[in-house]
């Protein structure tokens, strides 16, 4: 994908503004693309149902994010909007145990991930880019 990358995809950018609906989900990836970038989400390949392999989408769904008002959508609700909308989901393969994380702070750029070699990558210049609240 090419970027913004961030811990849950848009799933980062729906949290950080409160956004919980599918219709303010499809906003963001909108958002997203005319930025130039492609908005995605994903899952793995061991989780039931694949979607739920996200777990900052698992944990936001849940309620266990201190302050953020959980999504009025499941995870195939959410991958489905991210489509239509003009999105990517990606199925990531494998362990899916990322033990390191690359912080991107060169705007405009980001970093393509490696299947055997599998890290986080957060792009932090989207903070400004997309006007989020990050303390």
């Not at 489509?83 to 899916?96: C, F, K, N, P, T």
């Not at 070699?117 to 903070?127: N, S």
Request: with cysteine.
């Amino acid at each position: 994908m090419d970027g913004p990358k961030t811990l849950g995809g848009v799933y980062a950018i729906a949290t950080n503004r409160g956004v919980t609906t599918i219709e303010g989900l499809k906003k963001i990836v909108e958002e997203v693309k005319s930025k130039g970038s492609v908005p995605s989400v994903h899952g793995d390949d061991h989780a039931h149902p694949a979607t739920t392999g996200c777990r900052f989408f698992k944990l936001w769904s849940l309620g266990k994010l201190d302050g953020i008002a959980p999504p009025k959508f499941d995870s195939e609700e959410g991958k489905a909007a991210v489509i239509e909308a003009g999105g990517v989901y990606e199925q990531l393969s494998g362990g899916h145990q990322e033990k390191i994380v690359y912080i991107n702070f060169v705007p405009n750029t980001t970093i393509a991930p490696k299947a055997d070699d599998q890290a986080f990558v957060v792009d932090a210049w989207i903070a400004g880019g997309y006007n989020l609240h990050v303390v």
